[in-house]
Nanobody
Framework: QVQLVESGGGLVQAGGSLRLSCAAS????????MAWFRQPPEKEREFLAV??????????RYSDSVKGRFTISRDNAKNTVVLEMNSLKPEDTAVYYC??????????????????WGQGTQVTVSS
């Protein structure tokens, strides 16, 4: 089992920035691709970014909706993955989730690929 705990959500004005952090515990952190998703009210959960495991090249990938505004990073020594969010818009309002995926599962954009999820942290962007 992998336990994931997100932190850093909150209320921010449009144009502002937030930093989300996800702390992982349990199994070996470097065995997993780590990603961020979000779920706006009454909408499906949406892929945002992934930082692949070292065995997969340690590569960041982004959805088009956040590319250039959000940055994902991971610290394998501290078992953490961070999402830096800039130029926030009201439409970024959602519950943000950290997720972990076994590296042998191909693809990274589908929620079905991810074995473990955090409890989520609310991000609200006011206009």
């Amino acid at each position: 089992q992998v336990q994931l705990v997100e932190s850093g959500g909150g209320l921010v004005q449009a144009g502002g920035s937030l930093r989300l952090s996800c702390a992982a515990s349990g199994r070996t952190f470097t065995n997993y691709d780590m990603a961020w998703f979000r779920q706006p009210p009454e909408k499906e959960r949406e892929f945002l970014a992934v930082f692949t495991a070292p065995r997969s090249g340690s590569v960041p990938r982004y959805s088009d909706s956040v590319k250039g505004r959000f940055t994902i990073s991971r610290d394998n020594a501290k078992n953490t993955v961070v999402l830096e969010m800039n130029s926030l818009k009201p439409e970024d309002t959602a519950v943000y989730y950290c997720a972990a995926k076994e590296t042998y599962l191909s693809g990274y954009g589908s929620t079905r690929r991810y074995n473990y999820w955090g409890q989520g942290t609310q991000v609200t962007v006011s206009s």
